[in-house]
């Protein structure tokens, strides 16, 4: 069935940029359904979305992050990636990786959610 | 920006029914999906579309939306539902739509 695997350093410095990749396997990145996108989790708080990317290389960002975000794909790979610079303590957080899909509404608006995640990944930033 | 409103905690005994609420502007016009994670785990997609269960999750959770509230229902609860439950919605009313997650409920099993 399909995973995803987060993988990336554990330790950033402040200012420096972080970079995580996800790697999918038991199915293709390139599938026309889905979009693959990042979420994180600071100690004791909520989850906060990230963004996305479609195979193509289509993004969506946070609009509260969206400056320092870069979301990327390899497809031939069967990975995605995300780097996130100028980090502060405040980006210290665990970090999953997730795929999105949905669907249309009765209504005929879109509607999507994350149905299949990693397991995470912890990233500090500290000097 | 589009809020989701959770209560920080609710608290059930064993074998009661838990109703958790996500609260939002007209979020009876959004499709509602929510998220079960235990502590040290991922999250789990328990309701998606307002009320429908992806497979494997029990039919003692339902889910529901109208007006400005939607409602997580776990019925016969039981220790291990015990988690916190996230709601979230796709907020496409700007010109950058993105995914909004309510803060959270903490659901204790007395």
């Known amino acids: 069935q399909l995973q995803l695997q987060e993988s990336g350093p554990g330790l950033v410095k402040p200012s420096e940029t972080l970079s995580l990749t996800c790697t999918v396997s038991g199915g293709s990145i390139s599938s026309s359904s889905y979009y693959w996108g990042w979420i994180r989790q600071p100690p004791g708080k909520g989850l906060e979305w990230i963004g996305s990317i479609y195979y193509s290389g289509s993004t969506y960002y946070n609009p509260s992050l969206k400056s320092r975000v870069t979301i990327s794909v390899d497809t031939s790979k069967n990975q995605f990636s995300l780097k996130l610079s100028s980090v502060t303590a405040a980006d210290t957080a665990v970090y999953y990786c997730a795929r999105r899909t949905g669907g249309i509404a009765a209504a005929g608006y879109y509607y999507y959610y994350m149905d299949v995640w990693g397991k995470g990944t912890t990233v500090t930033v500290s000097s | 920006s589009y809020v989701l409103t959770q209560p920080p905690s609710v608290s059930v005994a064993p074998g009661k029914t838990a109703r958790i609420t996500c609260g939002g502007n007209?979020?009876?016009?959004?499709?509602v999906h929510w998220y079960q994670q235990k502590p040290g785990q991922a999250p789990v997609l328990v309701i998606y579309?307002?009320?429908d269960r992806p497979s494997g999750i029990p039919e003692r959770f339902s889910g529901s939306n109208s007006g400005n509230t939607a409602t997580l229902t776990i019925s016969r609860v039981e220790a291990g539902d015990e988690a916190d439950y996230y709601c979230?919605?796709?907020?496409?009313?700007?010109?950058?739509?993105?995914?909004?997650f309510g803060g959270g409920t903490k659901l204790t099993v007395l």
């Open positions: 979230q919605v796709w907020d496409s009313s700007s010109d950058h739509p993105y995914v909004v």
């Open positions: 007209n979020i009876g016009s959004k499709s």
């Open positions: 579309y307002d009320s």
